[in-house]
């Protein structure tokens, strides 16, 4: 539903107009509040968040170019519509300053309620799309897939994440500054976890959400939101570089410390080390020429050796101490690793055809 703020000194043409919107629009607009002047319109609009506010000029107290200007400032992305009586020309071209482009002249009639209308269902219109556009952004698969590409310091990879959301929103300029920023503000997350410093970015979340408000083109925002990827990925890129030897090292310590947890996964290691799973087995293969999950198969199994021959302890509470959950899973790892069961290993140590 659309939230609608009115602000208009005189009671009765803003009831009127609240009325008239009602009894036209139904269930799809929402009149959060009606202010009779712009200290009150403005305390209303941070109290109820409108998509849209219509409000008159003339207003006590604050006016009502007073109230755009401030409204502009902290809600950019709300639909401003004024109405003006014809003597205030000049008013009108000062808002025009601010963006606005909405004006109903006084008196009101029926048709321009209408005209009202209209501007409110184009406006419900946008905010659709911005819902469907922020829904694909917040879609965990596609918010992984950004997160990774800044992981893996992939530049292209970011871009083909920001291509699929520039053709999701259409077009519409509106959709695609939320989705920018929404975006922007997960980049900044990526960027304060990890410890890059805003030198490296070249801005800070803040700097960043005025130059998008600012900005009058989607090109231009694309091109804000592809400087921060690419400054990011340099940043991963270089270090990653640096210190590829020494990262798969300690992933290999890590992992033979941890190798007995039953938790421990690609998804879990990658996230102690702030990596992709993807960098993880590329990184850790180039080094150790094999896969970390063999790594972990060979350091259960050695672990399974040593227990079986060493302890009385049943096969079950082996597979346990391994990091396995499911014994049949133990044995059938432990059968395709030596050609036979842990019990006939006991056996074969017994007989000492096995050491």
């Given amino acids: 539903m659309l939230k609608v703020l009115l602000a208009d000194d005189n009671k009765i043409t803003a009831h009127g107009l609240k009325e008239m919107i009602e009894a036209r629009a139904g269930n799809a607009v929402q009149i959060v509040d009606v202010a009779y002047n712009g200290k009150q319109a403005l305390e209303s609009a941070l109290r109820f968040q409108p998509n849209a506010v219509i409000t008159d000029i003339k207003m006590p107290i604050m006016d009502g170019l007073t109230l755009i200007a401030e409204l502009k400032k902290i809600m950019p992305g709300v639909e401003l519509i004024i109405i003006s009586s014809y003597g205030e020309f000049e008013y009108a071209k000062k808002a025009m300053e601010f963006g606005v482009t909405n004006f109903i002249l006084k008196p009101l009639d029926s048709e321009k309620i209408e005209s009202i209308l209209k501007h409110l269902q184009k406006l419900d219109k946008k905010l659709n799309k911005i819902s469907a556009a922020i829904d694909l952004l917040s879609d965990s698969e596609t918010a992984k897939s950004f ?37 922007c503000a997960i980049l900044f997350n990526f960027t304060h976890k990890f410890n890059i410093p805003d030198k490296e970015t070249g801005s800070t979340l803040e700097q960043t959400a005025i130059e998008i408000n600012k900005a009058g083109s989607i090109g231009r925002i694309r091109e804000i939101i592809d400087t921060l990827c690419e400054n990011v990925c340099e940043h991963i890129t270089s270090n990653k570089n640096f210190g590829a030897e020494q990262l798969s090292e300690n992933i290999r310590k890590y992992i033979a410390a941890n190798y007995t947890s039953p938790d421990i996964s690609l998804d879990r290691i990658a996230s102690s080390f702030n ?25 259960r199994i050695q672990k399974a050796c040593e227990l079986l021959k060493q302890t009385s302890l049943t096969v079950n509470d082996v597979a346990k101490k391994c990091g396995y959950y499911d014994a049949h899973y133990f044995m059938r790892v432990f059968k395709k690793y030596f050609g036979f069961s842990p019990s006939e290993y006991r056996k074969k140590l017994i007989q000492g055809d096995v050491q």
Avoid: P, W
């Avoid at 850790?284 to 972990?296: A, D, G, Q």
């Fill in 275 to 299: 990596i992709s799973q993807s960098y993880l087995c590329a990184i850790f293969k180039k080094y150790n020429f094999m896969s970390v999950t063999t790594l972990i198969t060979e350091l």
């Fill in 147 to 183: 997160t990774h590409a800044l992981k893996d310091g992939i530049f292209e990879n970011c871009r083909a994440v920001l291509d699929e959301l520039t053709e999701k929103a259409d077009n519409d300029f509106l959709s695609y500054r939320q989705l920018v920023t929404d975006l």
